[in-house]
């Protein structure tokens, strides 16, 4: 009896050892352009580890997802019509692994792999803090100059005015607040100051 039991093991060792390294199907993968990056979602026929996950930035411009122990239907997934943000995709199957590579038009600084359920994954690309001074819709620029106070521009143009101004009176009578050309660069000074302080807090 002893010994009918054990002619099994091997047996099923072998089973629970294919059942393990089974490899997770990526059935979809769906990509949404938002205003401060980009969203994966990828739903897989089981559960992927997370330890399973790595991505990174390329100097290329090109943002890769390797996911180990995965496989999938290269054709079906490829894209063909790309959302906003996102200038090329492809997708890559390994002998171990498979990978997806984004183009961007801006270098990703952030992103972050969250299960929604165990075989939905999300993985949020958070484009680097400079793409924000870049923003070319009406609704992006009305909402970085509001925070932004004074267009650099002017801005250093009337501190340059007020300070030569200052500068020119105080030579002038050896006293900063001696005459009126003085007084006016001042003045100009702290109104450029405040003013910029009070668009920032638009």
Do not use: C
């Amino acid at each position: 009896m002893s010994q009918t039991k054990y002619r099994f093991l091997p047996y099923l060792l072998l089973f629970l050892s294919i059942m393990y390294s089974k490899d997770v199907n990526l059935e979809s993968i769906e990509l949404r352009s938002k205003t401060n990056g980009i969203i994966i979602t990828a739903k897989m026929d089981s559960a992927l580890e997370k330890d399973n996950i790595t991505a990174w930035q390329a100097n290329s411009g090109w943002f890769y997802i390797t996911m180990y122990k995965t496989k999938g239907d290269t054709s079906t997934l490829k894209k063909s019509i790309l959302s906003a943000g996102i200038i090329d995709y492809q997708v890559i199957q390994g002998e171990e692994s498979f990978q997806i590579g984004l183009r961007l038009k801006r270098d990703i600084e952030f992103h972050e792999f969250i299960f929604i359920n165990k075989n939905t994954l999300s993985i949020t690309l958070r484009y680097s803090t400079d793409y924000f001074s870049t923003l070319d819709s009406p609704k992006g620029n009305h909402s970085l100059h509001s925070k932004s106070g004074i267009p650099n521009g002017l801005k250093k143009w009337l501190y340059l005015a007020g300070s030569g101004m200052v500068i020119a009176g105080s030579v002038k009578n050896g006293r900063i607040n001696s005459n009126i050309q003085t007084q006016i660069g001042m003045t100009m000074i702290l109104t450029t100051y405040i003013l910029d302080k009070i668009w920032r807090m638009k």
